[in-house]
Each structure stands twice: as structure tokens, then as C-alpha cells.
């Protein structure tokens, strides 16, 4: 099975270190991804983030490394599971943060243009935090 993956890109004039300490704290999440939901929670070591139209999802991140992947795996309440890459790469004095935005199979494209739209601002609102 195939799916259309859209890469979307984002340069930050911070260093990869920086985007990746902030990004990987899911507590920041709302700030620069307000869209994913109304709140985001710890409980029993997991993370929970509260969304209107998904519902309350489990996010699980990738093991702190140095590599700057942030890949996260969301959990639905029904079990099914999505895998997003995620990554933060230097790139000059700054980095790139860049966010594989996969279609799930059936999924309209109009729907999968909104996602891209969607992350394509959420990721210029990341920029606009840490470049303040």
C-alpha cells in the first residue's frame, strides 16, 4: 500500500538544538500547534492531547536523541495508530524543521490539502516563537 506524503519545510533561525529542546516538549505543543486540540496533559507517563475532532489521543514521541528526530506516533481512542516523521536538521547559523504529512488511504484531497495547510502554518508559527 501507498500513501502521497507531502514534506513541509520550515527554516528557523535558531540552532537545531534549541527547535529540537522546544519542540520535543509536548507541553509546548499548543503554542505552536494550536490546531491538534484544546489542551494537551500528562497522565501515568503519557501524553494526552484533547481534540475536538479526534477526540482524546495518546501522542508518543521518539526517545530523546541527537539525531533530531522527533517522530511521534498519535493513538486514537479506537487503537488505530498514525506514525508522523518529524525532523530538525541543521542548516547554517539556523535549522529546518520538516514534517512528513502523510494521506491515509481514502482520504479526499481536499482534506489532505487542509492538513498540509495546517501544518504549513503551524510550522510558521513555530518560526515566529523561537525567532522572537
Known amino acids: 500500500m501507498t500513501t502521497d506524503t507531502a514534506h513541509v519545510?520550515?527554516?528557523i533561525?535558531?540552532?537545531?538544538n534549541d527547535v529540537y529542546a522546544y519542540v520535543s516538549k509536548p507541553e509546548n505543543l499548543m503554542a505552536w500547534a494550536p490546531g491538534l486540540g484544546?489542551?494537551?496533559?500528562?497522565?501515568?507517563?503519557?501524553w494526552y492531547v484533547q481534540s475536538e475532532a479526534l477526540g482524546r489521543v495518546r501522542v508518543e514521541f521518539a526517545p530523546r536523541n541527537g539525531f533530531?528526530?522527533?517522530?511521534?506516533?498519535?493513538?486514537?481512542?479506537s487503537g488505530q495508530q498514525f506514525l508522523n516523521p518529524l525532523r530538525v536538521v541543521p542548516y547554517g547559523d539556523g535549522c529546518?524543521?520538516?514534517?512528513?504529512?502523510r494521506r491515509p488511504p481514502g482520504t479526499p484531497d481536499a482534506d489532505f490539502t487542509g492538513d498540509v495547510a495546517r501544518v504549513t502554518d503551524d510550522l510558521a508559527r513555530l518560526k515566529q516563537i523561537l525567532e522572537k
Not at 38 to 46: F, M, N, P
Not at 96 to 101: A, M
Request: aromatic share 4%; proline share 0%.
Open 68 to 77: 533530531g528526530v522527533l517522530d511521534h506516533v498519535v493513538t486514537l481512542e
Open 38 to 46: 484544546e489542551s494537551v496533559e500528562r497522565q501515568d507517563g503519557d
Open 9 to 11: 519545510a520550515e527554516r
Open 13 to 16: 533561525d535558531r540552532s537545531a
Open 96 to 101: 529546518e524543521i520538516v514534517f512528513s504529512v
